[in-house]
């Protein structure tokens, strides 16, 4: 007891004296970088008094021990794997997302956990590619869902194919499978969700192979001076080909990649392919000439009226090109990631031999790119709740979920704002030029914000920083903020999930999904000495 008051005197001290003598640092214990006399804003949410003590942080750290202690390693087979890929989910935007949720809780937020920051295990993934320092998702997902590291851009070939090479993608030894054709062809049912175009590069990378990522329909093959009778476009490599035709359910966005410019869809968006096709109707002619029941829906009421026992493909288009963001999107019309999810997972149990599902939480990225880290926190928080519905409805001793990101974003959470400061608020006052700046900020993009005409930096305390559309200030300026290289985290529960832990390329994440599951030509847990 004694120690404690005379620590706590000690403190008092130290921080009036400091304050007394603002220039004194050599003859205080404040140094250049650690200063202890800058102003604090007041916390927006105000903590327990309970964590003042000692006891609350010996009690949380002994539960986790017991809780550590307490489980064991699943070694069994993977009947069902889900893989959830965050698009830009950097690991700083996990702190950020997870105080926003708190926040939006009414709670100071650096405490709360997202539902797959509860799941045993974690690795760091090295997003490289082969020819970038930097992934896109394109490269990055070649090697989450095909097991091989390729060039920036491309999607489903080595790196022998260099971007826009149509010939060189055609050549079979340069193409590469992904772990969703690994799991049909040992007769799993398969899924690909998103909240993108179902054409963008992340699904693609289940099911395409392009030399260029923006090949999502057949006039941008004609325009990058290629020929789409030659090099097939990715809506209809989907529709078409295999593994494409045959996954069981397909959800997202991008219905103009899969209708001709002069038909519109049901919002009366026109089309974008110039071959006429309409692959929506040969979906539907494909499904019905198998004899199976399928549906293709449009709209959230008919997702959630599908009967899952009695629908054995589903396509579901919800937006002419990307799904709203959720905070903007209107409700009624159409679902959360969540909801597909859970009618993806529904009807993918009806396979006894299980089924590999990818969800991806699109937008992420593009709130970043924006600098709009409202909407990207958002989108995050989205994307929890759809991996928490995954887990709701599966069981970890034949399921193994793995959730990870492609590649990070610039996105900082700095200064030193008070425990419980709002996340998007105001973090503190520059010692240099005495004005504010705020908690989240970006290396790069659009958010950037000019100097004064007299050389003084802008004075973001006019912003309306709570807009969910507010650019979070950037360093330097650019038309869309970057992807980052740091390495991203992976999540995984499960049947041998304690095989991501430490740090390994992002290419090994699919190795361990068919170890597991026992897909795939290599090595597994039901044929272990191949
Ligand atoms: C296919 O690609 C491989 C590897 O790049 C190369 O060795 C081979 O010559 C190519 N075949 C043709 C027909 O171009
Ligand atoms: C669209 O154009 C094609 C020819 O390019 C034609 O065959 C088709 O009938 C047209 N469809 C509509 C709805 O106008
Ligand atoms: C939302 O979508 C529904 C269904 O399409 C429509 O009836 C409603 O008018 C839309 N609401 C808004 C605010 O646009
Ligand atoms: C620069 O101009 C702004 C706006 O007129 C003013 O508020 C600010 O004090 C000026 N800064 C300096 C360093 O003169
Ligand atoms: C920045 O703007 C706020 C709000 O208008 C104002 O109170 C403050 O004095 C400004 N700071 C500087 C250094 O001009
Ligand atoms: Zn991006």
Not at 70 to 78: E, F, N, P, T, V
Not at 142 to 163: E, P, R, S
Not at 353 to 359: A, D, I, N, Q
Not at 447 to 462: D, E, Q, V
Request: a negative charge; proline letters at 4%.
């Amino acid at each position: 007891m004694a120690s404690t008051i005379s620590l706590v005197v000690t403190v008092v001290f130290l921080t009036t004296f400091t304050c007394a003598n603002p220039v004194s640092q050599e003859t205080s214990n404040s140094d250049h970088y650690h200063q202890t006399n800058f102003h604090r804003l007041p916390p927006k949410f105000h903590h327990s008094v309970d964590q003042n003590d000692g006891a609350y942080w010996r009690q949380k750290a002994q539960n986790t021990l017991n809780q550590k202690l307490s489980s064991h390693d699943l070694i069994g087979k993977a009947k069902n794997v889900i893989m959830f890929l965050g698009d830009g989910l950097s690991i700083p935007t996990l702190a950020a997302a997870r105080t926003y949720l708190g926040q939006s809780q009414g709670h100071t937020g650096e405490e709360t956990v997202l539902s797959f920051e509860e799941f045993p295990h974690t690795g760091l993934s090295k997003t490289y590619c082969v020819d970038s320092q930097v992934a896109d998702s394109a490269c990055s997902a070649t090697a989450y869902l095909g097991g091989v590291k390729a060039n920036i851009y491309t999607i489903g070939v080595t790196g022998n194919v260099k971007l826009n090479d149509c010939s060189a993608s055609l050549n079979a030894t340069n193409k590469v499978t992904s772990i969703l054709k690994w799991s049909q062809d040992a007769g799993k049912s398969t899924g690909v969700v998103t909240t993108t175009r179902i054409t963008h590069a992340s699904p693609a990378g289940s099911y395409a192979q392009v030399a260029n990522r923006d090949w999502e329909n057949d006039a941008v093959v004609k325009s990058s001076g290629q020929d789409p009778d030659k090099c097939d476009d990715i809506a209809e490599q989907l529709i078409n080909s295999v593994p494409g035709r045959n996954i069981k359910v397909i959800l997202g966005g991008g219905r103009k990649e899969f209708i001709p410019k002069n038909v519109t869809d049901e919002d009366g968006k026109s089309g974008a392919r110039t071959d006429g096709v309409n692959l929506i109707t040969k979906w539907k002619s494909d499904k019905s000439s198998r004899g199976s029941s399928s549906k293709y829906v449009w709209n959230r009421e008919q997702l959630l009226n599908i009967n899952p026992r009695k629908t054995e493909f589903v396509l579901g288009l919800f937006n002419s090109d990307h799904l709203e963001y959720h905070l903007l999107a209107n409700a009624t019309k159409e679902p959360t990631l969540e909801e597909l999810t859970r009618v993806a997972i529904q009807v993918l149990s009806q396979e006894p031999k299980g089924f590999f599902l990818f969800v991806e939480g699109g937008r992420i990225d593009h709130g970043h790119h924006d600098t709009q880290a409202h909407l990207a926190l958002d989108e995050t928080v989205e994307f929890a709740k759809a991996i928490q519905a995954a887990v709701d409805l599966t069981d970890e001793r034949n399921t193994l979920i793995v959730v990870t990101a492609d590649h990070a974003h610039t996105l900082s959470i700095s200064g030193y704002p008070t425990r419980g400061n709002d996340i998007f608020g105001i973090a503190g006052t520059s010692d240099s030029d005495r004005l504010p700046y705020s908690t989240l900020s970006y290396a790069n993009g659009p958010g950037y914000k000019k100097p004064l005409a007299n050389g003084s930096r802008y004075n973001i305390s006019n912003d309306n920083l709570a807009d969910v559309k507010y650019r979070f200030p950037a360093t330097l300026p650019l038309g869309s903020e970057t992807h980052a290289g740091d390495d991203v985290a992976v999540f995984a529960r499960g049947p041998w999930s304690h095989l991501y832990s430490g740090t390994f390329d992002q290419n090994f994440i699919p190795h361990v999904m068919a170890y597991a599951s026992c897909v795939g030509n290599g090595r597994t847990s039901c044929k272990p000495h191949v």
